[in-house]
């Protein structure tokens, strides 16, 4: 069984901290680059971080880089994000997916579902006090 499986989200206050995780299972991450995405309700998804399994090069997009910090566990077979100052703007469904691309080519080039392998199916974000 090869999946992704996100989990970690729920409801926090503003002002909070959140770490989501990825897992994967059926296959390793050591030759894959996991993105993060962010789907706000009613808009599009989008990338917010990527991470190389090979060599930890993370890349964040501009809305976001002050605030959450994209980590990795190979040995675990996981990817991490971690939240901070969670704003009522972060409410959403945040999702992993793998590709063979490198981070940096990912960070770089207009995004495409066609450069993943494997998707998660996300878990939900709410920033409310």
């Known amino acids: 069984q090869v999946q992704l499986v996100e989990s970690g989200g729920g409801l926090v206050q503003p002002g909070g901290s959140l770490r989501l995780s990825c897992a994967a299972s059926?296959?390793?991450?050591?030759?894959?680059?996991i993105t993060w995405f962010q789907q706000r309700p009613g808009k599009e998804r989008e990338e917010v971080s990527c991470i190389s399994f090979s060599d930890g090069s993370a890349y964040y997009a501009d809305s976001v880089k002050d605030r959450f910090t994209t980590t990795k566990d190979n040995a675990k077979n996981m990817a991490y994000l971690q939240i901070h100052s969670l704003k009522p703007e972060d409410t959403a469904v945040y999702s992993c997916?793998?590709?063979?691309?490198?981070?940096?080519?990912?960070?770089?080039?207009?995004?495409?579902?066609?450069?993943?392998?494997?998707w998660g199916q996300g878990t939900q974000v709410t920033v409310s006090s």
């Open positions: 059926g296959f390793t991450l050591d030759n894959y680059t």
């Open positions: 997916a793998a590709t063979r691309l490198s981070s940096i080519t990912v960070a770089r080039r207009p995004h495409s579902d066609r450069f993943y392998d494997y």
